[in-house]
């Protein structure tokens, strides 16, 4: 794994706006950057992030398992006891899911760390996708980056496959805030991706979601919903008034409510629990657990459910190294062993593994020059060449 510098294509700014993206005020792209790469070895890819990606989906999975079969792992994430059975029941019916990414910190001489699971809310899928593969090809063709280059980029094959295995009847809705940017954008990709799948999608915005008076979920057209794409947490959903409709409602989710598990940082100490000792995980204890202190003086604190840096803590030898204040906590929190992310020329990659329908799928890297990584980091992209 290498950081390289490199000439950024000289129509970057047209091209960048072509695909919907904001320009900064020095003409620059936002949250874009392509004045350096990554480059892989296949190895690399292969065995240290496709097959620890792969891997740690299967144990959680187990994990699921364990989970209908003894609600101490709901009552431990804190999901609300109403909605035991329903997240149950969408794991022992195997409701399809679609995608998700799993964070590591991985410099290319060993395992990849497993940081976290984004498995229900994840964005940055558009610059993973397209526009890190029109880099790819654009970059070849100029001889910026060598002809024989290639990417671990197989999203938009995979998420079009997905779709279309998914058996829906009728019309596919896709609903998120709609002022959300970065969400409405994920959205819309997904969309498209459905639309070349063969389905019939329909947007709607979250706020405009109605019921019937059967308690079925309609649309602004009065149309029953009954399959849905929702760019939603679902801790948000089932704090939501018309949560009470959902085990009734015959809405077949993606993400499905079994994700809910998976997306709780909760997750992290059950896995080291379960398989102790494996390559891609970190000792993780939920706070107050015993076992915590076996932690080194270096160690990091997150909320069970928060999203993007916010209220995680660097301790190391007594102190807060690092802290960013936000609205997250109150449903407690777990400890992690401290493993840096790599520091490259001041910069610190965190590579993301795409996951869709259960498989590894794609790679991403969002550079920052902050060991916990925040909205303002930029997107690099990569290249695989031995």
Known sequence: ??????????????????????????????????????RFTLRQIEDDIERGGDEIE??????????????TVFRRLRIPESYWDYVAESWRGRDKDLYGRMDFS?????????????????????ESSEFQWLWLEQ????????????????????????????GVEGLLHFAAIEEMEDDKET??????????????????????????????FTDLEDE???????????????????????PASGVHYLEPPWKAVLANKGLLPF?????????????????????AGELSP???????????????????????????????????????AFHPLPEFDGAYPLVGCWMVAGRSAGLCIREGRNLVTTPDACFVPHLILD
């Open 224 to 246: 029953v919903i009954s399959t849905m794409f929702k760019l939603y947490p679902w801790e948000w959903i089932m704090g939501e008034d018309f949560a009470r409709y959902l």
């Open 58 to 71: 299967g144990m959680c999975h187990q994990l699921l398992d364990r989970a209908v079969a003894d609600d």
């Open 106 to 126: 991985y410099d290319g001489a060993g395992a990849a760390k497993l940081l976290e699971y984004n498995a229900d809310t994840p964005t940055t899928l558009y």
């Open 298 to 336: 270096c160690f990091v604190r997150k909320p069970l459910l928060s999203r993007q840096g916010w209220n995680v803590e660097i301790h190391g030898d007594g102190d807060v190294a690092f802290r960013r204040d936000g609205p997250y906590g109150d449903e407690g929190y777990i400890v992690q």
């Open 271 to 291: 896995l080291w629990e379960m398989f102790e000792g494996h390559p891609n995980l970190l000792p993780a204890y939920f706070e107050g657990d015993p076992r």
């Open 1 to 38: 794994m290498q950081r390289i510098r490199v000439a950024a294509r000289p129509d970057l700014g047209r091209t960048a706006v072509d695909h919907g993206f904001e320009l900064d005020e020095g003409g620059g792209v936002r949250y874009w950057d392509e004045s350096v790469y990554y």
């Open 187 to 216: 959205v819309d990709y997904l969309e498209e991706c459905a639309r070349d799948a063969g389905l019939e999608t329909r947007f709607i915005a979250m706020k405009d979601i109605g019921i019937d008076a059967l308690g079925r």
């Open 139 to 166: 970059a070849a063709a100029m001889g910026l980056i060598p002809k024989e280059s290639d990417q671990f980029n197989e999203l938009y094959e995979d998420l079009v496959g997905a779709f279309a295995h998914l």
